[in-house]
Each structure stands twice: as structure tokens, then as C-alpha cells.
């Protein structure tokens, strides 16, 4: 199945199940027919008595999701908020296993799970559960009832992520500007390991940025337009090198839509990689050279060598008169001997 519609971006397939979404309900009957031909052509079959039809709004993998957004359910969310303290390993790792879940719903959790994370991963099943886990524990179950409704992205809407560095973890929030208002569409945080606990407040900070960009990378991979010009300009304009290279360099740090075909068109308009441009296939035009006229008139010179050591000479001056076709061969000591070709002629010649 997830082969099947692998390329149908209106379906959402997680094992056996099926989420179609569309804007309206002309445009679900459209995908539905796709859909239906598509699973018949592969030879699968849907049981109709499980499936819903033109729904609004449903429950789908622990989810409620309608047309304004999506929430965490809220059985699943009581469940978590009845649950007792943990007494062992296996039962807080379960407990953080759920919350985990819903972790885009909660905004800054990864501190709050710090002291709960670091129980978690020792060894045995015996667990330390202090006053501060206990904290921690309370405010996790406090922070679900107050999981907030994400809602869609909408393409083209102004986008922003804002990110937050503490001394244990970090955090970013994705929003959108709806209408007059700013909305949340994810939340991401991790603890940090011990090693980046010790990092400067600031590079806690950078690190947060990276971090939460790398994680919600395929929502921010459109970048204004206007500014992928201005970044190939000023990576490329360094040295001037190829496509691949400069594609390479860019891509190490930015990213939006098309970027490989823009920066191959730009690559090729560049006037100044054009002006340096090696041709490598150049043919010289055939020049038709007139017979000369009179002896003396046109010369064949060349100088040919290194030769075998002859009376101190190992080059020689080679002139042909095209006219008569007389050759004259001058024994040179070496290629940097200067004799003009006017000396070296026969007095007949007339050339002085
Ligand atoms: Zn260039």
C-alpha cells in the first residue's frame, strides 16, 4: 500500500489505513475516483463497512484532525494525565514513550523531561525518583491539558520560527500568520547532551537555530525569491566556478524550491564565467592563402630542435621561400640565439 500511493500527495497511508484530505468536496470526489482506480489497477481491495466518507473532521492515530488543525485526542491525553508516578525504568519509559507522541504539541517539553530523560536511560529497573522528578512529572501531565491546537500550514502564508536555548535543552515554535493572526503549526525541543550543556549561552543559542531549522526543514525550503538571486551572486561570484561546485557551496547552506535548476540557468547567464569560458572544441576557420607572387615575398620559418650536440649547435633556424621553394637551414647554439631571419637570407635575396 504505502508503494502503491507513495507519489499521491493527498493520501496519508500508515499500514492498512488510508487518510485522504482535500479543500472541498468536489475536489474529494476527484481524489477518491484517483484513488479507488489506483488500488484497483494494483489488485487491493477496501473493506467499505470501515471506511468513512466526506467526514469533516475525524480521529486518525491518536489525532483529531478538521479543517482547522489538529489536536492530540483527548482520551489519550486523560489516560497520560491519570497515569501514577512511575515506580520503575520499564513504566517511565512508557510514560515518556506516550508523551513523546504528542511532543510537537507541547511547547518547550524537552526541559521539563530533563530530570525525567536522565532516570530513563540508566541501567536495571530501579529508578532515583526524587522530588525534582516528581516536579517534573506534574508540570508534563499540566503541560498536556494545555495542548494546543496545530493548525495546517497554508502555502504562501508568512512563516516564521522563533528558538530558545536553556542551560538543558532547546526549543523552537513554527508559526503562520492567518488572516490577522499568528497561529502554531509545530513545536520542537531536545534536551542537550552533557557535552552541549557546557557550550556559551550564545552557541546554545546557534545551536537551537540549527537544530530547529534542520528539524523543520521541509516547511521553511522556500525562501523568498528575491533573495536566491542576491545568495547566488555572492557565493558564485567568489570564484566563479561551475555548476556542481557552486551548487554544492549553496546547497551547504540554503535551500529553496528549484534551487539545482536555478543555479545551473544562473551558472550559464554569468557574464563573467562566459568572457573566460575555455571552448575546447574552437576550430579555426580554413584560410585560403594565395599563391605568392615573387620570390622573397612570403617566408616559411620554424625553428626545429633540440638536436643532437653538432659543433656546438643543437637548434636549427629552418626559412623556406614559398616562391622558389629554397630552403635555408641556420645552425643555432641554442633556442634563445637571436639572429634575424633578414640576416640569415642569402645577399641574393634583396632582403636587408
Ligand atoms: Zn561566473
Known sequence: MDGVLRDVSFAFVYLDDILVASHS???????????FKLLSTNGLVINKTTCVFGAKELDFLGHHVSST????????????????????RTSLQRFLGMVNYYHRFLHGIAA????????ASGKGQKIDWSKECQEAFDKTKEMLSKAVLLHHPLSGAVTSLTVDASN???????????????????????????????????????????????????????LPTSWT????????????????PTQKAIAQRFVWNGMKRDIR???????DCQASKVHRHTR??????????????????DLVGPLPESHGMTYLLAIIDRFTRWPEAIPLPDAHASPTVADNLPPTSGVS
Open 25 to 35: 468536496a468536489k475536489e474529494h470526489i476527484q481524489h477518491l475516483q484517483q484513488l
Open 69 to 88: 488543525g489538529i489536536t492530540p485526542l483527548p482520551d489519550w491525553i486523560s489516560a497520560l494525565q491519570e497515569s501514577k508516578s512511575p515506580t520503575d
Open 112 to 119: 521539563t523531561l530533563a530530570p525525567l530523560h536522565t532516570q
Open 168 to 222: 538543558t535543552a532547546i526549543g523552537g515554535q513554527l508559526e503562520q500568520r492567518h488572516g490577522r493572526l499568528w497561529v502554531p503549526l509545530a513545536f520542537f525541543s531536545r534536551k542537550l547532551s552533557e557535552a552541549e550543556q557546557k557550550y556559551s549561552a550564545f552557541d546554545r543559542e546557534l545551536l537551537a537555530s540549527y537544530a530547529a531549522v534542520k528539524h523543520f526543514r521541509h516547511f521553511l525550503e522556500v
Open 229 to 244: 538571486h542576491s545568495i547566488f551572486n555572492k557565493i558564485h561570484s567568489l570564484s566563479h566556478t561551475g555548476v556542481k
Open 265 to 271: 540557468r544562473w551558472c550559464k547567464e554569468c557574464p
Open 284 to 301: 579555426s576557420p580554413l584560410v585560403e592563402r594565395q599563391p605568392p607572387s615573387d620570390r622573397f615575398c612570403s617566408l616559411h620559418v
